[in-house]
């Protein structure tokens, strides 16, 4: 949810009075190291609207030097883009949030039930490129918010957690068969107090941003799970609201980024200790800058002279004159700058 819906009453005096846009950080955290984007996306469909919202990145295993973005206008449906930003695909299906992919299967929250939730489950065609509709997994009962998806050996049960507007974490198995509906068995729950969205799994271990307090860290125990927050709101590292997170693999060492969306940020964390590295924004350059990030996704590997040591992938808030969408910047660009 954006941090300027939630404070705009509180800031439209001080915003007037200064002049600024209310895109304007209210509270600033610790100075982050400045970057700029290597490439965009085309927009969302959905225009003058806060559409866009969360990417994942689709690596083919028979060539891991090859990848696609998928990305969600969570007013309208599922985009396919080319490493180059190139809208080459899209399917229809509502009010979509979160997406993640496991193999050629691509899964999204999906709110258009804002009662019950379910998981709208698609398949990847990448050489036509397509993207096909499977079915919607009932996942009980609130409004879809968060998803993510544990990354597991290809053929492998699809273990997704989704993560309900009001805080409630679902962990569970998503079985998707040829022939038959794709279903949800839920394996453990567990309630966060308040809003909660973006995660990210790290083996077993489940980080979930609550997007007032923090980020916790969830580690199934039974039917739930031992819970702590890990990374506070702190209007230094992090400023509300916690959005995306992700993980990348670096030089050996695994790496926990989040989006610190009130003050235009992205926070990095080293695993599995939660300790502080740094913090780095997206500033302008050959592409515009990033704001009011929601979802992220990082990816390592060698995608060719563009980003020959990864990706880092964010949600763009303030794309104008044009619809939201997504910018990519060079992770090597990044560890560089943070000395990683």
Request: proline share 5%; hydrophobic share 45%.
């Amino acid at each position: 949810m954006k941090l300027i819906s939630k404070l705009l009453a509180a800031t439209m005096l001080s915003v007037a009075a200064a002049g600024c846009a209310a895109s304007a950080p209210v509270i600033t955290g610790l100075p982050p190291v400045q970057t700029t984007a290597n490439g965009e996306t085309d927009p969302v469909g959905t225009g003058k609207a806060d559409a866009a919202d969360d990417p994942a990145i689709w690596v083919d295993p028979a060539n891991p030097d090859r990848a696609l973005i998928v990305a969600t206008d969570k007013k309208a449906g599922v985009h396919l883009y080319d490493l180059a930003g190139k809208d080459i695909a899209f399917i229809k299906g509502g009010l979509v949030n979160n997406v993640d992919v496991a193999g050629n299967i691509i899964v999204a929250s999906d709110r258009n039930d804002g009662v019950n939730a379910h998981l709208a489950v698609f398949r990847l065609d990448p050489d036509k490129p397509a993207i096909v509709a499977l079915g919607r997994a009932a996942a009980g009962t609130g409004e879809a918010y968060g998803l993510c998806l544990k990354k597991t050996a290809p053929g492998a049960p699809i273990t997704a957690a989704l993560i309900v507007k009001d805080g409630t974490v679902r962990v569970g198995t998503l079985t998707v068969a040829d022939g038959a509906a794709p279903s949800f068995a839920l394996e453990w729950e567990y309630k966060i107090p308040t809003q909660s969205e973006g995660c990210v799994f790290d083996g077993d271990t489940l980080y979930v941003g609550e997007e007032d307090a923090g980020v916790w860290e969830l580690k199934p125990n039974g039917t739930t799970a031992a819970a702590r927050i890990v990374a506070p709101v702190d209007n230094q590292r992090l400023v509300a609201d916690v959005e995306g997170l992700a993980t990348i693999n670096h030089k050996g060492q695994r790496y926990l980024l989040v989006s610190s969306q009130g003050d235009n940020a992205y926070a990095i964390f080293k695993l599995p200790g939660i300790d502080y590295v740094g913090r780095f924004a997206v500033a302008a350059g050959a592409f515009g800058a990033t704001s009011e990030t929601d979802g992220i996704e990082a990816v390592a590997g060698n995608f060719g002279a563009a980003y020959p040591d990864g990706i880092f992938l964010a949600q763009d808030g303030d794309n104008a004159p044009k619809a939201q969408n997504f910018k990519l910047v060079r992770w090597d660009v990044i560890a560089a700058a943070l000395g990683l």
